[in-house]
């Protein structure tokens, strides 16, 4: 029992639904990231953009992934970076989404074929080759986000005007910015006169998947240790936000849990009581 795989990976590597599936385990918070964490992001997407444009090596650090291999299922446990990792997911949804988009408004199926590409590469792929429904996605997300992600930024269903909690608000809410993000880059490129608009977008989208994808690494471990991974977890938190007292609390409630209190544990888990 210790760590069984410790190396550096490429977000293209990490999250192609072909090669790896991560899970989020109950024990883990909710989708939390605000508009300061998002805006950081976007930044350091498009500061790294350009520095690839110059040098095709360049690359970003996004601190570590920590990783609970399950001996049982099988399952991969995403114990450190989820917030990243969604939201990089996020990302290339917005990515592709105004891909198509950009393609249907001036008529080019060649953008079609690539929008779901980079949805194939990063977010999910049907693996039933015609034979059935079987989607296998990068990231099953916690029961609290999952359903709502998939539904309506996966799915594009419209967002319902009551009963959406504010963490999965909170994903609406980043998915929109990481659109304005690309769209004021797209833009840029339409006021810049001596551009071939066409190939100017083509070129910047496929840069963007190549920033993200190929440029963006992690530092992944991976340990079949419930408890060390656990431990790594509450040590270390690269890149996201902060952990608060709260969350370890509910940490240790759920390493001690049986399965029927774990999902009681989940679904009544409100850290307000903490306060006084």
């Known amino acids: 029992m210790a760590i069984v795989d410790f190396q550096k990976k490429t977000v293209t590597s990490l999250l192609s639904p072909r090669s790896a599936q991560y899970y989020i385990p109950d024990n883990q918070r909710t989708f939390s990231w605000t508009d300061d964490q998002v805006d950081d992001l976007m930044e350091d997407i498009k500061s790294t953009y350009v520095e690839i444009k110059q040098d095709q090596t360049a690359s970003h650090f996004m601190g570590l992934i920590v990783l609970y291999k399950d001996k049982q299922d099988q399952k991969s446990y995403v114990y450190d970076g989820q917030q990243r990792m969604t939201n990089l997911i996020l990302f290339f949804k917005a990515l592709s989404d105004l891909y198509r988009k950009i393609g249907a408004h001036h008529q080019i199926p060649q953008y079609e074929v690539f929008a779901s590409k980079i949805v194939s590469w990063f977010i999910y792929e049907d693996t039933s080759y015609g034979q059935g429904e079987e989607i296998a996605y990068s990231l099953t997300l916690g029961?609290?986000?999952?359903?709502?992600?998939?539904?309506?930024?996966?799915?594009?269903?419209?967002?319902?005007?009551?009963?959406?909690?504010?963490?999965?608000?909170?994903?609406?809410?980043?998915?929109?910015?990481?659109?304005?993000?690309?769209?004021?880059?797209?833009?840029?490129?339409?006021?810049?006169?001596?551009?071939?608009?066409?190939?100017?977008?083509?070129?910047?989208?496929?840069?963007?998947?190549?920033?993200?994808?190929?440029?963006?690494?992690?530092?992944?471990?991976?340990?079949?240790?419930?408890?060390?991974?656990?431990?790594?977890?509450?040590?270390?938190?690269?890149?996201?936000?902060?952990?608060?007292?709260?969350?370890?609390?509910?940490?240790?409630?759920?390493?001690?849990?049986?399965?029927?209190?774990k999902v009681a544990i989940q679904e009544n888990w409100d850290p307000d009581f903490l306060t006084c």
């Open 143 to 261: 029961r609290a986000n999952d359903s709502f992600i998939k539904d309506h930024i996966y799915e594009n269903n419209p967002i319902p005007r009551r009963g959406v909690s504010e963490t999965n608000r909170l994903i609406h809410k980043a998915y929109n910015k990481y659109c304005t993000g690309i769209q004021e880059m797209v833009k840029k490129i339409e006021e810049t006169e001596d551009l071939n608009f066409i190939e100017a977008i083509k070129g910047l989208f496929m840069t963007l998947q190549k920033t993200v994808g190929d440029g963006f690494q992690f530092l992944v471990v991976e340990t079949d240790d419930i408890n060390q991974a656990y431990e790594i977890f509450e040590t270390l938190n690269a890149r996201g936000k902060e952990l608060e007292t709260a969350d370890l609390l509910k940490n240790h409630l759920l390493m001690g849990a049986n399965t029927r209190n």
